[in-house]
């Protein structure tokens, strides 16, 4: 089992263009998150998924999109990158709907570092 | 507000014992969990308190008081391979996670 995919596995970026971060997971969990992770911060939320079809904001979610169009998919888009989106992006997921016991544990994808100049 | 707060950095010698501390302040709390991450790599699932007291498995060990917001992690038996950040994060109640910045542990021989 792959668990979660992301790609790509590094990329730079020219200030100004767009770009999707691509996120894909396998375990047929509902819940899907994106994060950034910059040196010295935790991990800060910038948009989830609680299920196919719907999305919502996190902490930081602004210069960013997404979508969730399948349970396996959650596309990270940057319409128009800016230098303070350097950053190092973790794709997640959850089954927050798993039955006792241990709920809603977040499992990781190998992230994406994205720089932008 | 919320808060949760973690030592920056710790150093402990190879088979010592070391514990790691987190505070939290949230408008609430359902559940606190405890991620290891090595540089470079994803963060892997340790484990998840919701009721106060310790929580044992194998070598690490992980503590709650709810009064006190506050958590431990313990680390026993240290292996070289145990060097990496430990986060701490809390759910709220909801399901999305509040997280502090980490703790870089540094396993010295």
């Known amino acids: 089992t792959a668990g979660i995919t992301q790609a790509p596995t590094s990329q730079i970026l020219a200030a100004g263009r767009s770009m999707t971060l691509r996120c894909t997971q396998d375990m047929r969990h509902n819940a899907m998150y994106w994060y950034r992770q910059d040196l010295g911060l935790g991990l800060r939320l910038i948009h989830y998924s609680n299920t196919a079809g719907t999305t919502g904001k996190g902490e930081v979610p602004d210069g960013y999109s997404v979508s969730r169009a399948n349970t396996d998919d959650f596309p990270l888009t940057l319409a128009s990158a800016v230098p303070s989106q350097t950053s190092v992006y973790f794709c997640?997921?959850?089954?927050?709907?798993?039955?006792?016991?241990?709920?809603?544990?977040?499992?990781f994808g190998p992230g994406t570092r994205l720089t932008v100049l | 507000g919320q808060n949760i707060d973690q030592p920056t950095e710790m150093t402990a010698t190879e088979g010592a014992i070391v514990q790691i501390n987190c505070t939290y302040q949230t408008s609430g709390f359902n559940g606190l969990f405890w991620y290891q991450q090595h540089a470079g790599e994803a963060p892997t699932f340790l484990s998840y308190n919701v009721l106060d007291g310790l929580e044992e498995k194998g070598r690490f060990s992980s503590f709650l008081s709810r009064s006190k917001g506050y958590s431990y992690l313990l680390l026993k038996e240290l292996q070289m391979k145990d060097s990496a950040s430990y986060l701490c994060?809390?759910?709220?109640?909801?399901?999305?996670?509040?997280w502090g910045a980490g703790t870089k542990l540094i396993i010295k021989p």
């Open positions: 997640a997921s959850s089954d927050q709907e798993l039955a006792g016991g241990l709920t809603d544990t977040q499992y």
């Open positions: 994060a809390v759910r709220e109640g909801n399901y999305q996670l509040i």
